[in-house]
């Protein structure tokens, strides 16, 4: 079956450590997007990639950096300079070119700042 | 700058009855509206989406309205059903303008009362 899989599911991190979360998809999307989920903030979009070796600042992009070697991988770091990390990350793909049929979403990571 | 507004953070139904999610938007580059599902510690679904050009879609117990002038667009789910219990996202794309990033409300929690 086609998907999009976020691993891990939960995710602690000491303050002052960068964490890398992934994002893998099998649906020959070229768009991949990270998104930040908030209680009372909605999502609101970290990076977002519409092509292989290229990635675009979202709207919330400080204290975080991504990568996109491989059209089916798209990790997020969540580095130190990330003054607030703890958060349910939502990694998300879909047709370049389109939005109809919105985006697929992969289950997400809460990560935790401990 | 909240483009996307859903001022209900939550709703209780009646299961059996309708119920109606609203969402207002600023950006009047936007063209393209969809609505999310949302259980907890899980990725959005996609449900419903409508176009500029339209002002009316239904999929089965879902129909959504959206209305120009007034840059508001809702949901109805009728019969509202258990399983419709969770957060309800709004989100709104420029896709004539080339923006395809989905741009996301900050949610309904709909709560269906059996």
């Known amino acids: 079956d086609g998907g999009i899989t976020q691993s891990p599911k939960y995710l602690f991190r000491k303050e002052g450590q960068n964490v890398t979360l992934s994002c893998e998809q099998n649906?020959?999307?070229?768009?991949m997007y990270w998104y930040r989920q908030d209680p009372g903030q909605g999502l609101r979009l970290i990076y977002y990639?519409?092509?292989?070796?290229?990635?675009q600042k979202g709207d919330i992009a400080e204290g975080y950096s991504v990568s996109r070697e491989k059209k089916e991988s798209f990790p997020l770091t969540v580095t130190s300079a990330q003054k607030n990390p703890t958060a349910f990350y939502l990694c998300a793909s879909s047709v370049s070119g389109t939005v109809s049929g919105g985006y697929t979403f992969g289950s997400g990571t809460r990560l935790t700042v401990v | 700058d909240q483009q996307v507004k859903q001022n209900s953070p939550s709703l209780s139904v009646q299961e059996g009855r309708i119920s109606i999610l609203n969402c207002d938007y600023t950006?009047?580059?936007?063209?393209?509206f969809l609505w999310y599902k949302k259980y907890p510690a899980e990725g959005p679904t996609f449900l419903i989406s409508i176009s500029s050009i339209k002002d009316k879609n239904e999929d089965g117990r879902f129909t959504v309205f959206l209305n120009k002038s007034a840059k508001h667009l809702s949901l109805h789910i009728v019969p509202s059903q258990p399983g419709d219990s969770a957060v309800y996202f709004c989100?709104?794309?420029?896709?004539?303008?080339?923006?395809?990033?989905?741009?996301f409300g900050t949610g309904t929690r709909l709560t269906i009362i059996p």
């Open positions: 989100a709104a794309s420029g896709t004539r303008s080339g923006n395809e990033k989905l741009t």
């Open positions: 990639s519409q092509i292989v070796n290229d990635f």
């Open positions: 950006n009047s580059m936007f063209d393209y």
């Open positions: 649906l020959n999307h070229d768009a």
